[in-house]
């Protein structure tokens, strides 16, 4: 889609293009009057132009730069006000349409500042994981505000279990499932793992809670131990529940690194189905 | 028996302009965009800005330093209605670890539409599309497209000229963004402009 007028006129960088327009603008108004010999029955329509090209360079100004185009062409945008029909036109007075009664208005928008973030690459598209799958807590309770909550019994209040999870749309393919929890906001500036597992066969669709199935594999969770344990120091907290689906195995041992799976896992899983729990204590 | 038969059609009559009349009440009360204080005639482009205005899921905030929006705006049978069509986003970052390695807004027009709640105005745009890919070696969402779609709503201000989302706003008009299977929050005050043929007056809704 061609950039609008009006994001064209916040987006841009003002100095420059409205400097250059000004400039563009004397230097056509020059060689028209040199030119063209000035006369009288061009010089309106020579004046709109000029008006307009100065215009439009200031319009490419961002707010200030639009700010200053305002005053700079003095209505040379012709705007055919509230008709709708068409763009400023290339004849219209130079104080033909000028919004008078909004002087007392000047730009409200602030001028960003630095480029606009970057679009997605081709690339990012086809290596990025796509949330397809969906994943839920039946153990999980209703929460006024934010993500649902995860009882204190599956935390170190209560018997510390890890909750029960299901989940639905695994691709066909998938040689292995992986569990990670972790903490959403860092711990001492790292990612903390909560739970890890792995080894879990792609036809499995829930695990019940405080059990896992055979040939689960568990990792060493951030306090060191091979298994759940969610325990906050206090406040509230909220811990996201992942399951990665995985094109072949990798199969690791018992008491693995969570964080080097998760490198492994991100880099062949293109499916994950993702839960959000928050926890608040004390 | 008469008698009461013309009551009854009497009655009818008297519901059937109450109704006519309450509808057409609430037809005359749907706002529009105005300028100036005269409603647009053809069509406009208006920019809504925010300097910082955040997305909160699971706990995270992204925030984005100038957040805006342009919308073409028009008068349809008195009420206001319209199409964002862009909406360009600047140095976007969380309140966590992740970083935000690109964001994008997809599939332009969004519809947009004026809306009476009470005695307030909102402004509701419908079809929100924006994909969010968060990085970080440390993020636990890194990797993983967030995708974030629904409606929002947002309370105009005629006094300051702004469009604020917040949870209120939303609340008021009954809209939702989600993301991830989760809720998004949106918090923003969006001063608003006309960029073509009403620079610089007034824009009321009403």
């Known amino acids: 889609m061609a950039p609008k007028p009006g994001a064209k006129r916040l987006l841009n960088k003002p100095a420059k293009a409205t400097s250059a327009g000004v400039f563009l603008a004397l230097v056509l108004a020059a060689l028209m009057l040199l030119g063209c010999g000035g006369g009288s029955s061009d010089s309106s329509s020579s004046g709109s132009t000029a008006a307009e090209t100065a215009g439009d360079a200031g319009g490419t100004g961002g707010t200030g730069g639009a700010s200053s185009a305002n005053g700079m062409t003095s ?8 008709t709708g029909s068409g763009r400023p036109s290339a004849g219209s007075s130079a104080n033909g349409d000028q919004p008078s009664a909004g002087s007392k208005h ?29 994943l839920e807590s039946p153990s999980s309770q209703a929460s006024s505000a934010g993500p649902q909550a995860l009882p204190a019994t599956y935390t170190c209040d209560g018997k510390g279990t890890s909750p029960a999870l299901r989940w639905q749309g695994v691709p066909q393919g998938t040689a292995e499932l992986v569990i990670f929890t972790m903490n959403v906001q860092p711990v001492e500036g790292k990612l903390f793992f909560d739970w890890a597992v792995a080894g879990l ?3 499995l669709t829930e695990v019940e809670a405080g059990k896992l199935p055979r040939g689960a594999i568990l990792g060493r969770n951030g306090f060191g131990k091979a298994g759940y344990e969610v325990c906050p120091p206090s406040g ?12 072949r195995k990798l199969s ?29 204590r004390g | 028996m008469r008698p009461k038969a013309i009551r009854v059609a009497l009655g009818a009559m008297l519901a059937a302009i109450m109704l006519t009349a309450a509808f057409a009440s609430t037809a005359s009360a749907a706002p529009a965009w105005k300028f100036e204080g005269k409603a647009l005639e053809g069509t406009e482009t208006i920019l809504g800005g925010a300097e910082k205005s955040g997305l909160s899921m699971w706990g995270m905030t992204t925030t984005c330093d100038n957040f805006l929006y342009e919308v073409d705006i028009k008068n349809e049978a008195g009420t206001g209605k319209g199409g964002v069509t862009s909406l360009p986003l600047f140095n976007c970052y969380t309140n966590s670890t992740c970083t935000v390695e690109a964001i994008e807004a997809e599939t332009f027009p969004w519809p947009a539409e004026l809306k009476t709640v009470s005695t307030s105005n909102y402004l ?21 497209w967030a995708h974030v779609t629904g ?17 209120s706003s939303f609340k008021a008009t009954g809209t939702e963004l989600e993301a991830l299977g989760e809720s998004v929050e949106w918090n ?18 009403s």
């Open chain 1, 75 to 82: 209505g040379a945008n012709g705007a055919e006000k509230g």
């Open chain 1, 106 to 134: 000047g730009p409200r928008v602030a001028q960003p500042k630095g480029e606009p973030e970057p679009g997605i690459t081709q690339q990012q598209r086809q290596e990025a994981t796509v949330a397809s799958m969906t």
């Open chain 1, 201 to 203: 066969s792609p036809d």
């Open chain 1, 236 to 247: 509230a907290e909220t811990y996201m529940f992942t399951v990665f689906a995985l094109p």
């Open chain 1, 252 to 280: 690791p041992s018992q008491g693995f690194d969570p964080s080097a799976l998760r490198k492994e896992v991100l880099n062949i899983s293109g499916n994950v189905g993702l839960l959000a729990l928050s926890y608040t």
């Open chain 2, 124 to 144: 509701v745009i419908k079809n929100v599309d924006v994909w969010i890919l968060y990085g970080g070696w440390f993020c636990p969402l890194w990797g993983v």
């Open chain 2, 151 to 167: 409606t929002a709503g947002g309370l105009i201000d005629n006094a300051t000229e702004t469009a604020t989302f917040n949870p």
């Open chain 2, 188 to 205: 923003g005050k969006f001063p608003t402009e006309a960029f073509e043929w009403h620079r610089n007056q007034a824009l009321s809704v």
